[in-house]
């Protein structure tokens, strides 16, 4: 998962710890604030597939008047506030410098494409296995899926949360588009609503 990155340091959620060689935050902020600048960048040399694609995703942001920004350095990532596509988790601790991050990339039977939504939960340990616990702890979705992963920038673990939709055809449409934040927003409410009842949360 090259691709897909930290690219927001929330000190409210996690002091900054970065590791050796760990790279640069890039706040969203910025982010929505460069978006326009970042765009050339963003969209060099991807294949038509894939600009048909981010361009409808960027379509539907835009209608929906919600900040969002590109991040070309970390991958090519779509990154929002994860806030507006979940209003309800705020009353779990999520900020609005918590992220909800796009990418669209090639499916595993690489005959398609694939639009994936993923977000680091503002829950952390310094323990790994707290960590483990809570992923052990957390609900089972029919759509997506929560996991463990190293962060780079201060070697403990995150807990993420995964929603990926297959693109059949490649363009997203605003249905599936509509259906994959709804299915977003009602599994970040359980995911949150389980860790908040989580023992040593």
Known sequence: RSH???VV???EKRAPRPADGGEDFIALEELVAQRDMLRDDFYRGMDPWHVKAYAA???FLGLKQWPYGLDPHHGRLLVLPALVVSPEVAEFGVSPQDELLLSVTEDVTKKGLCLSAEMILPFYSEDDAVMEDALLYSPMFPYGTLFLEENRQDG???LVYRLA???YPPTPTTK???KMFAVASFELVETMRSL???PDA
């Open 165 to 167: 939709f297959p693109l």
């Open 196 to 198: 908040a009842d989580y």
């Open 156 to 158: 403990f673990l995150d």
């Open 176 to 178: 599936l588009l509509d």
């Open 57 to 59: 995703i960027e379509r």
């Open 4 to 6: 897909l990155r930290l």
């Open 9 to 11: 340091n929330n000190v």
